[in-house]
Nanobody
Framework: QVQLVESGGGLVQPGGSLRLSCAASGSMFSFYDMAWYRQVPGKQRDLVAHITRRGDTNYADSVKGRFTISRDNAKNMLFLQMNSLKPEDTAVYYC??????????????WGQGTQVTVST
């Protein structure tokens, strides 16, 4: 079992940057593929980016070139660097641990989420 705790959300102006962090408990962190999702009220939770155990990454088209996902297995940490933020990036961001197979990421564990608001 993995417990996930996100941090780093907040209010930022358009064009600004934020770095989200996700702290994972448990000794099996390096065996999980990890991902960031986001959700706005009334809509489904969407995959933003994922990173495999090997460090391979993939991004949603809407964030390519602006967001970077990374992980530090020694510290059981997952990160999402978000640059050139837009109002449409406003959402609750969730950290997830799971497995990537058959070209799809399947979440197994979730954090509680952190709010990101991009506004003037």
């Amino acid at each position: 079992q993995v417990q996930l705790v996100e941090s780093g959300g907040g209010l930022v102006q358009p064009g600004g940057s934020l770095r989200l962090s996700c702290a994972a408990s448990g000794s099996m962190f390096s065996f999980y593929d990890m991902a960031w999702y986001r959700q706005v009220p009334g809509k489904q939770r969407d995959l933003v980016a994922h990173i495999t155990r090997r460090g391979d990454t993939n991004y949603a088209d809407s964030v390519k070139g602006r967001f970077t996902i990374s992980r530090d297995n020694a510290k059981n940490m997952l990160f999402l660097q978000m640059n050139s933020l837009k109002p449409e990036d406003t959402a609750v961001y969730y950290c997830s641990a799971g497995q990537y197979s058959n070209s799809a990421y399947c979440p197994a564990y979730w954090g509680q989420g952190t709010q990101v608001t991009v506004s003037t």
